[in-house]
């Protein structure tokens, strides 16, 4: 028997799964794993999302296999299950599944996270996988003032954020599951083209574009905006896989269980028991090992402005406080007029590329989303201090965001233009 483990990835195509997947099974160098299958929704040939330059050449390798899959099937996945002719059962499932969109109904955010997670816990559980990790993003809203690692401290951001957490609940209520957890703080890194920062990234450079200064909505304050590069949410994701195969659920839960509380209506959440099987109790409070990992630059809202617009030669400031009030109150309103010079910039600056622009992945509108305040803040010392991981992206620098922006005019996918003349 190889002495690598098999590993499955189900969704996260259009997240963090390609970068897993470069780390599992990368361009050059020796392979962390013996067989690697990616399942999601999408085709990648012909691509129905983006894949980013490098990600088709790890599906060359000839122990990656990709497999487009209805994952609310409860047979599909089954079959997701069942390792090729010849291969050894597979040992780690990382659980990258989830509707990652904001403004979906909640039935679609039941359909699309709850409960394909709980079709892939359930299945984990009756193949005796030896580490099942589930990857949470950051739909919380963390208090500024309190200890961020305190359970207390978070709320779950919307129908979004409440699925989600009640998904986190769900697979934490499975028995004999060898689940764990991992919270990100805000990601970026090459070829992430979702999420606030990508955003923020992209209305930067059209204030750099026009050579003015950009500015922000909420005021100075700390604000703490937190950030984790890809590379280690993968890396992270593979040491909890490890860590948990080695030590099993029950040490796993004295090691580094937390309790998960209901954070969402209880009443309305009642509700759903009838038609949502295993949706926890909202009464009951279960445990799970539970991770989080961000890396160290204790970012803020200034911090990142000042340094994505430095990398296009501009300023970050703020507006001032009747704009912040009218924000804070009549936001939705707002968001077309803020998109409104975003927008127009990035068409041009898309139009008088050299080379072309032809579809780009990444846009300069931030929906109302994106525009809210948004405090992050996910401390991960527990990570460090249990499973030993070691930040491969310590710091969020101007050299690593310039490699996103270099990596995706490389692939054609960013504007290549110089500002517009005064």
Known sequence: MSSKPSVVIFGGLNTCSRALAALLVPLEGEPLVSHLRIVDKYSVNPPTTYLGADFPNVLQKPNVEYRQANLQIASVVASCFDQPDGQEPYTYVF???????????????????????????LEATKRKIKAYVRLMHPFYECKERAKADDPKAVKADGVLGVWWHETARMLASIEHLNLVILRTALIYGP??????VISFLAVAATY?????????LWG??????????VEDVAGALFACAEWVSKVGREQALALAGEN??????????KEFQSTVPLLTDPDKTVR?????????????????????????????EYYNVLVNQMAKFKLEDMVEDINESHVTRWTEMITQSTPPVL??????????????KHVITFPSHK??????????????????VQEIVDKARAEGNWPNCPPQQS
């Not at 998960?260 to 959440?269: F, H, R, V």
């Not at 579809?359 to 809210?372: E, R, V």
């Not at 201090?385 to 620098?397: A, F, N, S």
């Open 95 to 121: 659980d990258l599944t989830g509707e990652i969109q904001w403004d979906r109904t909640e039935q679609i955010q039941i359909n699309t996270t709850f409960n394909i997670a709980r079709l892939l816990g």
């Open 191 to 196: 070829y992430v083209n979702y999420g606030i």
């Open 208 to 216: 750099g574009y026009a050579k003015e200064p950009m500015k922000g």
């Open 220 to 229: 100075p304050g700390k604000h703490a905006t937190h950030t984790v590069h």
């Open 260 to 269: 998960i509380a209901c954070l969402g209506d209880k009443k309305k959440l």
């Open 288 to 316: 799970a090992p539970s991770y989080n990992i961000e890396d160290d630059s204790s970012s803020t809202m200034t911090s990142l402005g000042d340094l994505f617009t430095t990398v296009f030669d501009t300023t970050f």
């Open 359 to 372: 579809n780009s992945p990444y846009t300069a509108y931030m929906d109302l989303y994106a525009l809210k």
């Open 383 to 400: 990570l460090k201090e249990v499973v030993g991981y070691q930040l491969r992206r310590p710091t969020i620098t101007k050299e690593l």
